[in-house]
């Protein structure tokens, strides 16, 4: 069976088959003719040479490195010898269950195969993107965010934990702020209000695909307003003296760009840990700390939203106690019923 039609790069292609019978052939050629391109018997390995740059370019450059680990170590030894064509909703869930990794390694992963589906699609290789149809993966754990962070009490023990200054700032920066840390690693002097006590985020610290350090948007390009509560002004005042409005606000003891990597062995945060008595703490829940402590504090979901930098009020809402407390609530309300008919 052979076809004539329009190649990826707008060139006039002849692709042939081979099947057993003249019927088989007939039907093969006239479902090929429903196509407009003939190239979807690429393999995913031949588009990803062909489309990664784009999607490279087109994103964060943190992303970037999560999506190249996620083919060089998961897609591409599983799907990157499929056509693209034979690529279906079930072959992507059979791969994502071989995956190892965590939860959000593993949907990195997903998601650079979304994205190069997406390109194939828009460029009629495939008529459609199973990735979307394939079941994301599922976390391992149901920890909420709330059980995450860290309490009101346990604040000061973590902080009085640090011995070196400079590194006790940084952390207590993001407690009380609920920064990023790529977002504390870049504030700058011109950022801070204490007058005012806020601090404006503009500007996140990234390590590029070449390995180098640059400065970018915050998450989702929203720049915003953080409040600088009370407990933390002494350690800004102390971080700020002598430096010019240009010069970053948080560095180590040497002088240097403090980054998450070196920060928690420089301030051994597996010690940290095992005082706290919290074995799975990671930075990030100190973001999480914040969070909750708005909440707690009677902040509306909306100010903790602003705040947080969140892009939707769904991801915003799982800090909120509103949820956790129904049935406690729902006891009370019944309780009062009864109550009154005493």
Not at 93 to 110: P, Q
Request: proline share 3%.
């Amino acid at each position: 069976m052979r076809v004539w039609a329009i190649g990826l790069n707008g060139e006039q292609c002849e692709r042939t088959s081979y099947v057993e019978t003249l019927a088989e052939a007939k039907k093969l050629r006239a479902e090929t003719l429903t196509r407009r391109f003939p190239d979807g018997d690429m393999t995913l390995t031949q588009w990803h040479a062909r489309h990664w740059s784009l999607i490279e370019g087109s994103v964060r450059a943190s992303t970037a490195r999560a999506y190249e680990r996620g083919w060089r170590l998961r897609v591409k030894p599983w799907l990157g010898h499929v056509k693209l064509e034979k690529l279906t909703a079930g072959v992507i869930e059979e791969a994502i269950a071989g995956w190892e990794g965590s939860t959000s390694t593993r949907i990195d992963a997903l998601s650079v195969l979304s994205r190069l589906l997406d390109g194939a699609v828009r460029a009629h290789l495939v008529p459609l993107n199973q990735a979307r149809l394939a079941r994301r993966p599922k976390s391992e754990s149901a920890t909420s965010l709330r059980s995450r962070a860290l309490t009101a009490a346990e604040v000061p023990t973590l902080l009085a934990a640090i011995d070196d200054a400079h590194h006790r700032r940084y952390i207590a920066a993001l407690v009380y702020t609920g920064m990023r840390a790529n977002e504390a690693t870049a504030l700058r002097i011109e950022d801070v209000d204490l007058a005012h006590r806020t601090i404006h985020v503009r500007r996140a610290f990234s390590i590029g695909a070449d390995g180098h350090g640059v400065e970018l948007t915050p998450k989702s390009h929203k720049e915003r307003d953080v409040p600088i509560p009370t407990p933390l002004v002494a350690s800004l005042t102390d971080a700020m003296a002598g430096k010019h409005r240009g010069d970053l606000v948080f560095t180590g003891p040497r002088g240097g760009r403090i980054n998450v990597s070196n920060l928690r062995r420089a301030i051994d945060w597996t010690t940290l840990r095992a005082k706290l008595r919290r074995e799975d703490l990671r930075i990030h829940d100190l973001r999480h700390t914040l969070a909750t402590m708005l909440f707690d504090a009677g902040a509306s979901a909306n100010d903790v939203q602003a705040v947080l930098g969140h892009s939707s009020m769904q991801m915003t809402e799982r800090y909120s106690r509103a949820r956790s407390d129904v049935a406690r609530r729902a006891a009370a309300a019944i309780d009062s019923l009864f109550g009154q008919g005493e």
